[in-house]
């Protein structure tokens, strides 16, 4: 009692100052940085950037930061500039006529030049400074805090040097040695370029290769830099100091944070360490108790590093608003039950995604559905979008120009893929063409959708999905050896910048080369889409089908020709090593459309005949708990033809409905296995990286298996199925360990920053948020970008359902893509199908505002040693699922090497905290009252807030 006591005081006190300083706390007065220092571990907000062909490593120990240059890029290495190799920090706010003053410190393992400056990050040419001023006396003095770099740099006198802002210089860095630099300025006394900076300042140092405005490479490859100390301090007033966010504290049960379908499953996650069973209660918005509950005890989550139990009230049906508890004090956030109108809204914002990333049209806001409809609104981007079609990958083709416009933009950056599309572009229209097999197309009939073709006698759905077949159309060779097959993909030469519109990208366009899996794409599409609009427009029907059986012939004629795994230099790689899915799919989808035999007979021949898979193997996946994605589309195949089962015999309708309903149980397996009841697990991360964990686009994966988990539900009616899809949505909208409803604009605490070049309001306040209705891909234990690195976090000690951070740098785990985006689609409308139908054209208005949520102030789960699960439901002999059982409970090992030790809190460290806590106790009554200054209080509660996180680390 008297832990919780000292616990609950000190919570308390912290949540006060909390509420004086809004919920936001101050860096150090007049300190613009968020960080000067490294001692924990943390490099946010600093992170590197690599351009062209720059490469680096990093890592934060010892106090401080450490970059080696792998490859410097430049002109020598096919790369730009000194900016290749970049280190920085951003969102900064400078005011003309102030005065500041600057330092950092650096070391080299070998004698180099660096260029260290600040500018707008909108406009690279617009700096503020570049090493001139007059110079300060600062040494170097290892471990020093940000307020000592502070209080020293504020004091420091000047050296007698000035260096005028036109001479455009960097620095010398004498190797192993630590070497510092102090300025100090005053904004628009020196002819600067720009004089003001309104959040979109950055400090940022460039030490990359040579190039027009660097005559040589300013560090060999292999050279290790450190980084400490910096400070930058606005010394005229502390009106723009960095604010340091709370740590968001979640429910202590996880639920989706939308609602629950009356007559569907109903189940959220409690967060206990007891192994005993807690009474729950279901109450309304009054708090009255209106159902009760026995919660189902699981146990330790590998997944989350969580210790769970389930709670399930499938069984009430009464629409209202409600909200979880439990006897021990746990409480969940509100939610709705009876929700086909918030889902129905929903679905038509995550289709409208589609319209808002359109190529080469303006979008305008009268057919934009949610968010600043006025600030979302752009001009059109790439309207002529021709490229140069590029001699690579091994064989030579076609050469010169020709002119792709049109399609979708495949992610946040500017790039249009023809394999990527191809599966957004299939699931659109499976989509429709499943609401025709249920009757159900209405929903998408002429005018249900915000469109400019929303009143040309078409179904809205088949007409925004015929502007990405119109496009892949375009893509086709016209001519030579490869007439017939389809270009890769088509994108800038270079990665485009964030907070770059499309219609401002000053980039060339590149088309990389034919290859066969991106012609089987356009040979399954395209057939698709003749069955959809023979009965329509029969003249774009037939040259869809005619394109499709040309491209399945000169992907015959040339059947290896493929994409490596890993260019991507300026676009995504989306390399792969075999088409033999491709082949089998496209050959279902010709079948499917023509009857013809020959078809059939090559759909008999492939391996994957009536398959539906479970695991994703070659190309870029290794061991993937999944049906299908872009580089793995076998089992579309097989899903189209169960809408054409009269074209199959009778023992191989009855194959296809068990193969599906077998994928089906082994995804139940794997629900049962997960505390939060997603049909996804760890699987080896990459071809290119062997650790265990969640794969970039976890999230897509997730929607993709509840898919497959609908097919079985409509061929064999097992209500199992069609839970287990609802709970996967539950996943997607809440009922995570990371108390995030993935989907923008959707739940009490919703993910608000895609990684994308327009949608780019966290980087400039003249870009727009993002709409709602866009999926980020979510958590990933491959940690690629440089923003979850610098959070501290290392590599394969987070558990995988936890590296998660909604940030626009963090491009690893919050891109959004258009194959990401059709499964919560093809997933939302299946669901409000079998929930009570789509409500037609229900439009949501809504805002991208992060939702109403407020961090749980009174938390009561506390990590504990970790203890496995006891008991686990049988599962399939099949590798996909994981084996945690165990014959006893056992408290697991204090292995300092183990990183689910490293997750949990021991008795031991809960005691030294209290010891802590209880040394502080004469601030602590002084806090309460009232006997200290504002700016102590400020300093104390954020001083706790760290050592809290301290404790959790």
Known sequence: MRKNYWKKLISALAVSAVIVQNTAFPAFAGELLGQSDFNEGVGLPWHICESMTGKMDFTIDDGTYNITIVNPGGISNGGEDRWDCQFRHRNLTFVAGHTYRLTYSVWASSSGWLYSKIGDMTNGDLELWHSNGNMLNMTYTPGQSQTEIETALKSAQQNGQWKDYNSWEGVTVNGNQWNTFAYEFTLGSNGERATSADGTGEWTFHFGGNGQYTPNICFPAGTELKFDNLCLIDMTDDSHDYIHEPEWQRADILTNQIGYFTNLDKKATFLCNDTGSHEFYLKDASGTVVYTGTSSYFGYDDDSGDLVHILDFSD??????????????????????????????????????????????????????????????????????????????????????????????DAGDHGKYVVNGGISLWLMQNQYERALQKNQQDAYADGTMLLPENQNSYPDLLDEARYEMEWMLKMIVKDGDYQGMAYHKVHDIKWTALAVAPADDPEERILKPPTTPATLNLAACGAQSYRLWKDLDSAFAEQCLTASKNAYEAAKKHPSMFAPLDESVGGGAYGDDSAEDEFYWAACELYASTGDKAYYEDMKKSPYFMKVLTTLDGGEAVGIIGSFDWGHTATLGSMTMTFYQNLLDKSEAETLKNNFSEAGEIFNAIESEQG???????????????????????????????????????????????????????????????????????????????????????????FPKAPCGVLVGGPNSGMEDPWVRGSGWKKGEIPPQKCYLDHIEAWSVNECTINWNTPLAWLISFLCEEGGGVITGQASSGSNDGGNGQPNDSQVYETQPALQKTETSPVPDNPTIRNNTTETTEILDSDADSPKSRQTETEEELSVEMKSQKQNLPLILGIAGGLIALISIEIFAYKVIKLKKDKKK
Do not use: C
């Not at 009841?677 to 650790?691: E, F, H, M, N, R």
């Not at 287990?724 to 360990?737: C, E, F, H, I, T």
């Open 316 to 409: 009430f049906a009464k629409d209202g608003i409600y909200y979880l508890e439990t006897d021990n004090g746990a409480e969940s956030r509100e939610f709705q039950i009876g929700i086909t109108e918030t889902y129905s809204g929903m679905l038509y914002d995550a289709l409208n995604y589609f319209y808002q990333n359109r190529s080469g049209i303006p979008i305008e806001a009268q057919y934009i559905s949610s968010g600043d409809k006025n600030s979302l609104a752009r001009s059109a981007g790439h309207v002529s979008d021709i490229a140069t079609i590029q001699q690579t990958w091994g064989y030579s083709g076609s050469s010169g120009t020709q002119d792709v416009s049109g399609g979708w933009y």
């Open 676 to 766: 939060y009841g997603l049909p996804y697990g760890q699987s080896t991360i990459s071809y290119a990286d062997s650790d265990a964990g969640y794969i970039w686009g976890s999230n897509s994966m997730v929607a993709d298996n509840a898919i497959v988990l609908a097919y079985a539900y409509d061929l064999t009616g097992n209500d199992t199925y069609l839970n287990n899809a609802v709970s996967a949505m539950d996943y997607l909208l809440g009922r995570n360990p990371m108390d995030y409803s993935y989907v923008t604009g959707y739940g009490s605490h919703s993910v608000q920053y895609p990684h994308h070049r327009w949608w780019s309001y966290l980087i400039s306040s003249s």
